[in-house]
């Protein structure tokens, strides 16, 4: 019988590296095959550029390592702990609750009534950016092919809304809101040109329909949640003590946070920053795999925060931001100006991750007349 042996598989660029290394220092370029000519050269690098590149790769093998750790710190976690997601959706949020030893339990969606009210409100929005660029605007009419499409769609939504599943005062004031953005596109289109009056008074005209909407979308919304975060506690019992939450959020809808406010009447007041913590990212939506990655992060920090530096939460906090902060007030001074920073916040601390100082003005819309 003949014998195969295994053969040597080399990678092209790898190959190439080592013939380049074997041409030695002290090659000269004219030395160098002619098929190397093209990408053949003598290589320098002083001893302060490879030290600084040594160093420099510490910092960046620190997340590989990071990476690695994580995943047994949040195996072990979830071992020990309940852990509740609240991740923001366009659907009015999901849940999702894991608990140790078991499969991860996902709630029930939010009533479809829900997207529908969401959806109705957000045609309006939706039909003031097709108009808002062209304001007054006689000589460009390209807004038109998009406005009547749109309408199109407004009128099939229209024409079923008897059909969906939107109950009472909810249906009604839905098919107003059709009713008036209809209208209003198709004046837009009779008269060619979209006047800055007549947007006005469009939106003055639809503004306490919308309100309503988003009032009744907003009390689907919460009183489904707090369902189902009621009856979550009740089953995990005494181990509500030990569960941890997180919910995410982009910049914009960080205040007044509906998932984080909801779960925050259930953890309570000490629990806030601790066991339950908001997550901030650059989009509305992320995966449940990237929530559980950041909450054992935060938490996997603290313990090394304790370890080095004495306190458990030190490490929830930019870590230079202390001294950060003295260097600011020390640099002000120095060119004359006075430090504007906000008052230091005590590591630990449970205020809201969102603003808390009181100002003048409005802060629903219920307040906006």
Avoid at 21 to 50: F, K, V
Avoid at 271 to 284: G, H, K, P, W, Y
């Amino acid at each position: 019988m003949r014998t195969i042996l295994p053969r040597k598989r080399f990678a092209f660029p790898a190959l190439i590296s080592i013939m380049l290394m074997g041409l030695g220092a002290a090659a000269r370029a004219e030395d160098l095959p002619s098929y190397m000519e093209p990408i053949g050269g003598r290589t320098t690098s002083s001893a302060a550029s490879i030290a600084t590149t040594d160093v420099l790769a510490l910092n960046a093998r620190m997340f590989e390592l990071y990476g690695n750790a994580g995943a047994v710190f949040r195996q072990n976690l979830m071992a020990k702990h309940p852990i509740i997601l609240g991740l923001f959706s366009g659907a009015g949020g999901r849940f999702i609750l894991y608990r140790p030893g078991m499969e991860p339990l996902d709630a029930p969606p939010v009533p479809i009534a829900y997207q529908l009210m969401k959806s109705v409100g957000h045609s309006t929005m939706a039909l003031a950016e097709v108009v808002m660029p062209y304001l007054d605007n006689t000589s460009d009419t390209s807004w038109r092919a998009s406005l009547l499409a749109y309408r199109s769609q407004m009128q099939s939504a229209l024409n079923g809304l008897n059909a969906a599943d939107v109950l009472g005062d909810w249906q009604e004031n839905s098919r107003v809101i059709l009713q008036n953005n209809i209208a209003f596109m198709d004046d837009c289109a009779k008269n060619g040109v979209i006047t800055v009056a007549a947007f006005e008074d469009f939106a003055k005209k639809q503004a306490p329909f919308l309100k309503k909407n988003i009032a009744w979308a907003a009390q689907t919304q919460v009183g489904h949640w707090m369902d189902v975060l009621a009856d979550w506690k009740k089953q995990l019992g005494s181990a509500w003590d030990q569960t941890y939450a997180a919910s995410n959020t982009i910049y914009v809808a960080r205040q007044n946070n509906v998932l984080f406010s909801v779960l925050a009447q259930f953890f309570g007041p000490d629990a806030i920053n601790s066991r339950l913590v908001m997550i901030e990212t650059i989009s509305f939506t992320t995966t449940p795999e990237d929530m559980l990655e950041a909450l054992t992060r935060i938490v996997a920090d603290r313990s090394v925060g304790a370890a080095f530096f004495g306190n458990y939460y030190l490490m929830d906090y930019e870590l230079m931001g202390g001294d950060a902060r003295q260097a600011v007030i020390d640099e002000s001074k120095k060119r004359g100006m006075t430090p504007f920073l906000p008052p230091a916040v005590a590591f630990g601390s449970h205020q809201w991750p969102a603003l808390i100082t009181p100002g003048s003005g409005p802060a629903s819309l219920a307040d906006i007349k």
